[in-house]
């Protein structure tokens, strides 16, 4: 079980001797039960880190946040910064630093190990707890959830309230750090991967077009899924032509050269077309943090459609992003032995 | 060759809309060679030569379909023959995956597909026309992905 | 986007106008944004076509055209032409529509084959808006050429390139030049001695200017591109210094290990210091540091000591030497077939069964038996001696399924040879067939049979063995349907050529193709035979394919003028239609330099965005394809090029 105070004596640490800039990790919420993520730069402030069952973000995304503010403040505090790191979030890390996005040397991971366990789906244990109110979840022993509600704390199997990620974790302990709290603990067996996306898969096309028919028929296009997203790191969306940046130096031949790919409208054609170019930008890098699915206000099942590749990189090329920096990418390379038979 | 053509005519009357891309070193000019051999094909696709397979962005395709293609196809060199050393190599991954997603939200399955044709295969160009327009009245127009423009 | 666009349909006679409407096609595209001008004409190709359009362009002072007609590859250059000649356009504002092959010529419904002739015509219009001028990139080019191989090819196209006026770097990766050519008695089908005709060049090789000669070297790394190579060329220590060196033989004398001599094929041995031949070139002895007792005067030494000169030291080092080329030949030749894979024939089991090249020395002046034929197991005169030809050519089940071409020439050569050193002796020959193709070999041939006496048996033996001192050759007559079964002094194998050792390894550093039975591929079969895939790369001699002395002098010459045709000019063209990175949206992630085929793409100062080298880049696309934020793009097939054409082939 992780020791909350090694890590927040860890963070203090860094703080004080001023190695890094700021540190990324949770902090209790004060609005509900999910841990909300905290940028610390004093050291006294090391005491509110917390890590526990409710501490869901990939706080990759902070760092990618905080590289875009420091380029808009012209900062020249060239420190790294420190980044509390469960395994999903380092492979997220991972990725970045394979697409160079920022160097080693600019980020210190604090790994922490879900261990047995994983995140809470807060979703889930408000449907297990009925009419009580989550007022805090911790962890209780390798595979259960300590809850407290108004009524007092119970224990709860983990595997029942946890995040569909977490079932499905194929390396909950951190696969880059440089520093690990908790123990690796390689063999989980609670679910197999891809689960959910094998179950959909044998569904007939007709449901499945139904299924997603209506599924991209409700998106918003708020794109909270890519403002959520630490792979979504461009200035511009491809497919967002709001998003278009025009500078000073814009010419006009680039201007003009601008693909507006889709209507800006949520019509269904669009919103389909929106996600499943994501899903494609998302192959080979989507580290399944399920972030999107999370923060998507009409809970658009958003980590199945962006697993299914992640399930032919996986299955197909045996290719697991997150797991090497110095990895060619999934779509910037290639085997002999690739499937050829789709092809007429 | 007269007897393609007709074979390929539906009842229906739908003439479906396939837009064909054709890499320039093999399988535009097994198109030129299906045209040098005067060997007949349904109309349907109309080619978009690109240099390469490999230059197949997933974005096309995905596009066509939202502009209202019933049918995509994407054709390069075989493996081992790209005129650019291994440009449909890299072409194969990406269509295979814009393939498997395309067929998870439930896109029909026969509406995107890949050939290898080498620039001597005149006659193997004319029959994957032949087929793909074939499979494609079948299925129907395509109306999943189509936008609804005014 | 530009504004004027040009658009002219061709009839091509009747050939597109019978089964598309060009008038109504002409019509329509008139109506398309953009376009200021649309016309039909019967033959746009011809020279009034050509003037049509060279005058509208000006007139109409058009920035694009689209001509809609048959297959680029017939006519796009004569159009692009016309526009930037005739016109006074860029001949990149020139785009073409294919609705010949494409459309035309594979559809007889009219009205459908107008409609896609339409599309076709639209989308060319839609690219060709969005078409940048653009100047064919000039790439200054090193004058300087770099020989791999100094066999009879190397040696040719060494001096041909030299006599023009260009440097030449030689690489041979033995001591001496010379090759395998060096290594025959006689050559077909006029018997002239080899060393007299190939010593001279050999002589001129290491006399020549312009010719820098290194052996016992290799060719480890190659690097640029055509005009602008770079190669990393390791150079074996040698221990003499050849400058010094007055090729007295006292070293040879004194040495004390002995090792099988290369140059007779293993019939005689040579001593851990040596020269490969009295005639080698560079002139000097070499000491070869697998066989010497280990280079240390405390465990031998003896060489250095009687050397007057004092031209060996044993502190020499491996050297690496960096040149600056502009075109590489390749001319690294040919190995037997492995004698191992002929057991049947039980060569290396039994002395007297040799190899053509063995037998090539025992006829030679210069070899281990001073030019008399004497068997290698008791030095006595054979009497009989059997040839066998196709030994591992033509069977495609067991062994090479090509044909090696020589073997049929040099082993009637053989035995002819044979029957002028032993007068009295008799020559047999089995066949599958007698290819002597060329200049005075079926008369040669015919020659060795008729005035020598040559017995020509067609068929193949199935086995030889030893029986009391003589080769038994069990084989079997085809023509009169005979086993037959002759008691042989001697037996020579033509065994099959294959690609040397050295042009595996070439292909794999020079990243040049080789064909399936590993000879080096050839841009085109028949009308770039002496040009590898690779720009700037040519091929030459037996590592392209099997082939004989005049062939391989033929094509050693024909790749030296296509090296100085490349290099005669100070800068090579190439084409503008590169990748252009938007540096605005380019995140430095890496992944078009991981796809980038050439290498033409790293990520640059300062900023560690993708920088792209225009003379590497082939403008494939492959990185257009890989990137996410569409920061890079070909110029003029750029994405939103694409995207316009797919919306006018859909009708949007």
Redesign the interface.
């Known amino acids: 079980m992780i020791d909350v105070a090694q890590l927040k004596a860890h963070a203090k640490g860094l703080l004080e001797k001023g190695t890094v800039r700021t540190v990324f990790g949770y902090r209790k919420s004060t609005a509900g039960l999910l841990a909300e993520p905290a940028g610390i730069t004093e050291a006294a402030q090391a005491d509110d880190l917390i890590f526990d069952p409710s501490c869901v973000q990939n706080l990759a995304l902070y760092l990618v946040n905080d590289k875009k503010h420091q380029a808009e403040k012209r900062s020249d505090d060239k420190r790294p910064v420190a980044v509390v790191a469960k395994g999903c979030d380092s492979r997220a890390i991972t990725v970045l630093l394979q ?3 920022f160097s080693r040397e600019s980020v210190h991971v604090i790994g922490v190990s879900c261990e047995g366990t994983g995140v809470v789906d807060a979703r889930k244990l408000a449907r297990k707890l009925g009419n009580k109110k989550a007022l805090a979840v911790a962890f209780d022993g390798a595979d259960a959830f300590a809850v407290t509600t108004n009524e007092g704390t119970q224990s709860i199997a983990a595997a029942e309230v946890m995040a569909e990620r977490c079932l499905e974790c194929r390396s909950a302990h951190p696969t880059l750090s440089d520093v690990v709290f908790g123990e690796a603990k390689a063999e989980r067996g609670l679910h197999t991967p891809f689960q959910a ?1 094998k179950a ?2 044998k569904e007939s ?9 209506r599924q991209f028929d409700r998106c918003l296009r708020c794109y909270a899924c890519r403002s959520v997203c630490p792979m979504c ?4 969306c ?1 497919v967002d032509s709001i998003s278009f ?1 025009i ?1 000073p130096d ?1 010419t006009a031949e ?1 201007k ?4 507006k ?3 800006r409208s949520p ?1 269904k ?2 919103s ?2 929106y996600h ?2 994501r ?3 998302l ?1 080979g890098r989507c580290i399944d943090c399920a972030e999107c699915e999370r923060v998507c206000p009409v809970n658009i099942p958003l980590r199945l ?1 962006n697993t ?2 992640e399930m ?1 990189a996986f299955e ?2 045996q290719y697991n992003p997150g797991s090497d920096p110095e990895l ?7 085997r ?1 032995t ?3 038979s ?3 | 060759m007269a007897k393609v053509e007709q074979t390929a005519k539906d009842e229906t009357g739908f003439e479906p809309k396939i837009v064909a891309f054709l890499c320039k070193w093999c399988s535009s000019a097994g198109s030129d060679l299906a045209g040098v051999s005067r060997l007949q094909y349904p109309s349907n696709a109309v080619p978009i030569t690109i240099m390469c397979s490999g230059s197949m962005s997933p974005m096309f395709v995905l596009s066509a379909f939202n502009k209202g293609a019933d049918g995509v196809l994407v054709s390069g060199c075989h493996p081992g023959d790209c005129h650019y050393l291994k440009g449909n190599f890299y072409a194969r991954r990406k269509i295979y995956l814009v393939q498997k997603l395309l067929q998870f939200i439930g896109l029909e399955n026969d509406r995107f597909r890949m050939s290898w044709v080498s620039a001597a295969e005149g006659a193997k160009f004319a029959q994957v026309m032949h087929d793909f327009v074939t499979d494609i009245k079948k299925i129907g127009p395509q109306t999943r992905l189509k936008a609804k423009r005014p | 986007m530009t504004k004027r666009t040009g658009v002219f349909v061709c009839h091509c006679g009747n050939n597109i106008a019978a089964t598309v409407d060009v008038v109504r096609v002409a019509e329509e595209l008139g109506r398309e944004e953009g376009v200021v001008y649309s016309k039909d004409y019967v033959y746009m190709c011809s020279d009034p076509g050509q003037s049509t359009m060279a005058k509208a362009i000006k007139e109409n002072k058009l920035d694009g055209v689209v001509v809609s007609c048959c297959s680029p590859t017939l006519h796009e250059k004569t159009f692009r032409d016309v526009t930037e000649e005739g016109g006074g356009l860029n001949s990149f504002r020139c785009e073409i529509a294919n609705i010949r092959e494409q459309c035309a010529w594979v559809h007889s419904d009219k009205p459908k084959a107008t409609e896609k002739a339409l599309k076709i015509t639209k989308a060319a219009v839609k690219r060709v808006q969005h078409n940048q001028s653009l100047t064919p990139i000039g790439v200054p080019v090193t004058r300087k050429v770099l020989v791999i191989g100094g066999g009879i090819a190397g040696i040719q196209a060494s001096l041909d390139l030299a006599n023009a006026g260009f440097e030449v770097i030689l690489v041979e990766k033995n001591p001496t030049v010379g090759g395998h050519m060096i290594q025959l008695s006689e050559t077909f089908p006029t018997l002239d001695c080899s060393q007299c005709i190939l010593s001279p060049k050999m002589v001129e090789i290491s006399k020549h200017k312009n010719i820098k000669l290194l052996t016992q070297a290799e060719v480890k790394e190659i690097s640029g591109f055509v005009g602008n190579f770079k190669a990393k060329i390791h150079q074996k220590a040698v221990y003499v210094d050849p400058e010094t060196c007055k090729i007295c033989d006292d070293c040879a004398k004194v040495c004390p290990t002995v090792v099988s001599n290369e140059y007779d094929v293993g019939l005689t041995s040579r001593r851990a210091i040596f020269i490969p031949f009295a005639q080698a070139i560079p002139a000097t002895y070499t000491l070869d540091e697998s066989a010497c007792l280990g280079l240390n005067p405390v465990v031998c030494g003896k060489c250095a000591e009687v050397c007057e000169a004092g031209a060996i030291n044993y502190d020499m080092r491996p050297k690496v030497i960096t040149e600056e080329i502009g075109a590489i030949i390749v001319a690294t030749g040919f190995d037997l077939y492995g004698k191992e894979n002929l057991g049947e024939y039980g060569m290396g089991r039994y002395a007297d069964v040799l190899d053509g090249l063995q037998f090539e020395r025992l006829c030679s002046a210069s070899g281990p038996t001073g030019g008399h034929v004497l068997r290698p197991s008791d030095h006595k005169e054979p009497k009989n001696v059997v040839f066998i030809q196709c030994a591992g050519s033509r069977d495609p089940e067991t062994h090479c399924a090509y044909c090696s071409k020589i073997c049929c020439m040099y082993t009637a050569k053989h035995a002819t040879l044979y029957k002028h050193h032993v007068p009295d002796g008799q020559a047999y020959v089995f066949y599958i067939d007698i290819r002597s193709g060329g200049k005075g070999y079926e008369e040669f041939v015919q020659r060795s049979m008729e005035r020598d006496e040559v017995m020509y048996l067609r068929g193949r033996v199935s086995k030889v063995y030893e029986k009391s001192g003589k080769m038994i050759v069990l084989g079997v007559d085809t023509i009169s349907g005979k086993n037959v079964e002759i008691e042989a002094d001697m037996v020579v194998l033509a065994l099959a050529m294959q690609p040397s050792q050295g042009t595996a390894d070439a292909a794999k550093t020079l990243k040049i193709g080789r064909d399936k039975d590993g000879f080096l591929a050839e841009a085109h079969p028949k009308l770039r035979p002496v040009e590898s895939v690779t720009g700037g790369i040519f091929l030459a001699g037996a590592a392209q394919a099997p082939k004989d002395i005049p062939e391989t002098v033929c094509q050693a010459s024909a790749a030296a003028s296509k090296v100085i045709q490349l290099l005669s000019k100070d800068e090579l063209m190439h084409s503008p239609t590169v990748a252009k990175v938007r540096l605005s949206h380019c995140t430095g992630c890496e992944m078009c330099v991981q796809a980038c085929p050439y290498g033409a793409i790293d990520l640059g100062a300062p900023s560690n965005k993708a920088r792209v080298n225009d003379v590497l880049c082939e403008g494939c696309g492959t990185c257009q394809a890989v990137c996410l934020r569409a920061a890079i793009d070909v110029k003029n097939v750029a994405q939103v090029q694409i995207h316009d054409m797919i919306n006018a082939c859909l009708g949007v």
Do not use: G, Q
């Open positions: 697409e160079n996005h996306v959909k898969i096309e007709e449901d499945r077009w139904a299924y997603w028919s790191y461009c200035d511009e491809v940046v500078a814009t680039e003009a050269n601008r693909i790919w889709i209507e019509a054609s669009e389909a077309m499943m170019v899903a494609i930008h192959a459609l299914r590749l032919e197909t090329f060619p990418t999934l779509t910037s390379s290639f002999d690739d499937p050829n789709f092809i007429r």
